[in-house]
């Protein structure tokens, strides 16, 4: 019986064997030829940005992403492009801007303070007011203070919140109306030539930690595009008018932290 299961098994073997070759003999005759109709499937090919900063195009899946912004590194999304915009900041673009006079490259930082509604900041976030405001939107019906200011065109450079925000309305090649009149060591109209950044706050408070950080980092990039630059508050170049950023910001601190040499600011020291 034995015997017999293994002859069975031995021609089952044999038999697989024979199929196996002659389907090769085939196979070799009748190479596999595609279907003509059906359609080959074709890759999509890559979607390509632009670098804000830089302008090299890159594929996007290696672009650094921000705010619908493409940057080829996190170098030039931390950085102040070449047209004037600091690529980690949040871009709100304000209508009241205009061009600077020909020739002419900001050399004065202006830091003011600003709360809308005044000192709401103690009780609850209300940075959002400022945006409105810089752009134009603010809603003179929302608050007693805004029927006040309502109809005014103002702008800044940059705003600094109080957790550490950084906000830009208007690149730093153009003009921001944020001085009015004053005047810098004998020169007049300082919007002309001047950056301001404003600072979240309400005069009587002191201002966070995080805002001198954020504040630190962006003079830096500043001050790589434009060395010539000096620092003054609002109260210094409008004293009749202004007493921002007030006697809480501490100019110390601020050098300290930005290493700016005592050169580059005119009005020194002391709380003001």
């Known amino acids: 019986m034995f015997k017999w ?16 070759k002659k389907q090769a003999a085939l196979d070799a005759e009748n190479p596999f030829k595609p279907n003509k109709n059906k359609p080959e499937k074709v890759s999509s090919p890559e979607v390509m940005v632009q670098c804000q900063c830089c302008k090299v195009h890159l594929p996007q899946s290696e672009a650094v992403i921000f705010e619908n912004r493409f940057y080829c590194s996190k170098e030039h999304l931390q950085s102040l492009g070449s047209k004037g915009w600091v ?7 304000s209508p009241n801007q205009d061009a ?9 930082v202006v830091i003011h303070h600003i709360s809308l509604p005044p000192a709401e900041f103690r ?32 702008s800044s450079h940059f705003l600094i919140t109080r957790t550490g925000e ?14 009015g009149a004053s005047s810098f060591l004998g020169r007049e109209k300082c919007n002309d030539f001047s950056i301001g950044i404003e ?4 005069g009587d408070t002191p201002f966070e ?13 500043l001050a790589s595009m434009y060395p010539l630059l000096q620092f003054a508050g609002h109260s210094d170049i409008a004293p009749d ?9 501490d100019w110390k601190k601020f050098q300290k932290e930005t290493a700016i040499s005592g050169e580059k600011l005119p009005f020194g020291l002391s709380p003001r």
């Open 5 to 20: 299961l293994l002859l069975f098994a031995g021609a089952g073997l044999f038999y697989l064997w024979i199929k196996g």
């Open 100 to 108: 600077r006079p020909e020739n002419t490259q900001p050399d004065l």
């Open 199 to 202: 600072l979240e706050g309400d």
């Open 209 to 221: 930690a995080s805002q001198y950080l954020v504040l630190a980092n962006l003079i830096q990039k």
């Open 241 to 249: 008018r202004k007493t921002d950023p007030g006697i809480f910001f």
């Open 123 to 154: 009780n609850k976030p209300s940075s959002h007011h400022i945006v409105d405001f810089f752009q134009n939107k603010l809603d003179s019906n929302s608050h007693p203070y805004f029927a006040e200011i309502a109809g005014q065109k103002v």
């Open 87 to 93: 690529g980690d900041a949040h871009w709100r673009i």
């Open 166 to 179: 950084l906000i830009q309305f208007v690149s730093t090649q153009d003009r921001a109306w944020h001085a």
